[in-house]
């Protein structure tokens, strides 16, 4: 009796310490986010006080509709929205077929295809960017939203993570589709797909959030503010003898918000594809 009530307090007492130690990381990484969100709201003088204030007093919100008439902010807000949608539909279908293709069609060099895709992942986009830059520059979509989108319309991380999650398939699920006279293109878009429904919506998530945060491939491709997104277009607060501090904190928190609100809608099928992916 006294073994299982000391099991019991020391799993009570394990739990309490492992939801402390989440509780204090979760505090650590709000902290960035609460300072931004404070600063928004602050008057410019208060903005570099030393010791700084949490509380912003008074606390002007008008820094928000400021933010949105200094700057071409619904602008900036349309294309980074017309950039995402087509970068994550490109990546849906385009790693998901090559995805599949790696999982479940043998072919010749299909190994060598996917160290390549490996390699890739360990390649940063500083090291292509000047290749990139000449190959857009020659096809004249500098200034476009096709520069803006064609180099982000597959994903080495997508491709992995899609062949990963039709491994997990078990392969008499395909084995009964071809006895039963189903083609390869049926699988795939009626048995493949649907059956990896979380890990495709983990992938739109992901790619989503690389896009709409993009701040390089933007500032190498877009000159013209028409075509700016909103990572390059809050630079603007930074100017070099001056910095707007509370209007670039409130045109970051705005930036945040439609990322935010699709987490925490999707949280619950993100979770699940990661959690899936690997699994085999």
Do not use: C
């Not at 394990?14 to 979760?26: Q, V």
């Not at 039709?166 to 006895?179: H, M, N, Q, T």
């Amino acid at each position: 009796m006294g073994g299982s009530q000391s099991r019991g307090f020391g799993n009570l007492l394990s739990r309490g310490i492992y939801i402390l130690i989440l509780t204090f990381g979760a505090m650590v990484m709000l902290i960035p986010f609460l300072w931004t969100l404070s600063t928004s709201l602050k008057p410019l003088s208060q903005a570099l006080v030393f010791p700084p204030h949490w509380v912003p007093h008074p606390v002007l919100w008008g820094n928000y509709v400021g933010t949105w008439d200094t700057v071409p902010m619904a602008q900036w807000f349309l294309n980074s929205a017309i950039v995402s949608i087509v970068v994550v539909i490109g990546n849906l279908v385009l790693d998901s077929l090559a995805g599949y293709a790696l999982a479940r069609i043998d072919f010749r060099g299909r190994s060598l295809v996917f160290f390549g895709v490996i390699a890739m992942l360990m390649i940063p986009f500083q090291s292509i960017m000047l290749p990139v830059y000449i190959v857009l520059r020659s096809l004249g979509l500098i200034n476009s939203y096709a520069g803006l989108i064609l180099p982000q319309l597959v994903s080495a991380m997508g491709v992995f993570l899609m062949r990963q999650a039709f491994l997990a398939i078990p392969r008499e699920v395909e084995e009964s589709a071809i006895i039963d006279g189903a083609g390869r293109w049926r699988i795939f878009w009626q048995m493949a797909l649907p059956m990896v429904g979380p890990s495709l919506l983990t992938l739109a998530l992901i790619i989503f959030m690389g896009s709409w945060n993009n701040f390089l491939l933007p500032l190498l491709v877009a000159n013209n503010q028409n075509f700016w997104t909103l990572p390059l277009g809050i630079v603007m607060f930074q100017q070099q003898y001056y910095t707007n501090w509370p209007y670039l904190m409130a045109a970051a928190v705005m930036a945040t918000i439609p990322i935010t609100i699709i987490f925490l809608v999707f949280q619950r099928w993100f979770i699940q594809g990661i959690s899936t992916t690997g699994m085999k």
